[in-house]
């Protein structure tokens, strides 16, 4: 979205310490914290970059969140797929437009929002159905209700199977996603791709098992650890935090079962 900020929308306010506040902008609305308060109505109609200010003199700035922002932001019930991972995740399973997506533990929402927002048609299979409600919800808050269209939500156990087929990509968060190799093998096109996603290295070998025993082939893992750098003048260096292990990524590509070509 472009223009300026409007009611009805997200505004990502910074303070001067970098702190990051996520409001939902209304006519007549009020945003408060500790410095005092800001009226939604100075932000409203506003460029974003714009500076505001509270009732005591404390200043914000104003930007639209990103992705990366709302989903650590956004109301949750189940733990997130961080952002970190979010956009090797997309690569992994080589996410285009018009892909028809199976995704499986759909939690809170935000993988789903990453596939739908890169253009997929994403059918989401998720047991619990304050979940399945949480997710449909913040995929609708952050892309708008029209995104509804290509993201389906079915309260259903993939472990027991898979009711459609023809699907071009299969996205997985789940604490046992070996038991769904065998259902990706029937429903994904030849050349498909399946990404899971899991934290400990146990569910990882038990994976790896269970695609080297299948018809898919091409199979990696890896994590991703992401360092943040102090630039401060002459002092650079690494922060002394850093975002390290969240969880494995491992992928495959369904191939067949046939034997390769002798010579």
């Known amino acids: 979205m472009t223009g300026p900020l409007a009611a009805g929308e997200r505004a990502l306010l910074l303070d001067r310490k970098g702190r990051r506040y996520l409001v939902t902008l209304a006519e007549g609305g009020q945003f408060h914290t500790h410095a005092g308060w800001v009226a939604h109505d100075a ?19 104003a930007v639209r969140p990103t992705l990366s922002d709302f989903v650590l932001k956004m109301p949750r019930g189940a733990q997130v797929i961080y952002p970190k991972d979010l956009g090797p995740i997309l690569i992994l399973a080589d996410v285009f437009a018009g892909a028809r997506i199976l995704e499986s533990g759909v939690g809170s929402g935000a993988l789903s929002m990453a596939l739908v927002r890169a253009g997929a048609v994403v059918t989401g299979y998720e047991l619990r159905p304050d979940f399945a409600a949480r997710a449909r919800a913040n995929v609708a808050s952050f892309l708008g209700a029209d995104a509804l269209d290509r993201f389906v939500v079915h309260e259903r156990d993939v472990y027991e199977g898979v009711a459609e087929g023809g699907f071009d990509r299969m996205v997985l968060d789940l604490p046992e996603p070996w038991r769904v190799v065998k259902h990706a093998e029937a429903v994904l096109r030849p050349g498909g791709i399946l990404v899971a996603y899991t934290p400990s290295a146990i569910q ?14 091409l199979a990696e893992t890896s994590e991703v650890l992401v360092r943040t750098w ?34």
């Open 204 to 217: 990882v070998s038990q994976l790896r098992d269970a695609l080297a025993a299948s018809a898919f082939a």
């Open 43 to 61: 932000l409203i109609g506003r460029e974003e970059g714009s500076v505001v200010r509270s009732t005591t003199g404390a200043w914000y700035r």
């Open 230 to 263: 102090h630039v401060e003048g002459q002092s650079v260096r690494p922060d002394h935090r850093m975002v390290g292990h969240t969880g494995f990524l491992t992928s495959a590509r369904l191939v067949g079962r046939d034997d390769a070509p002798a010579g």
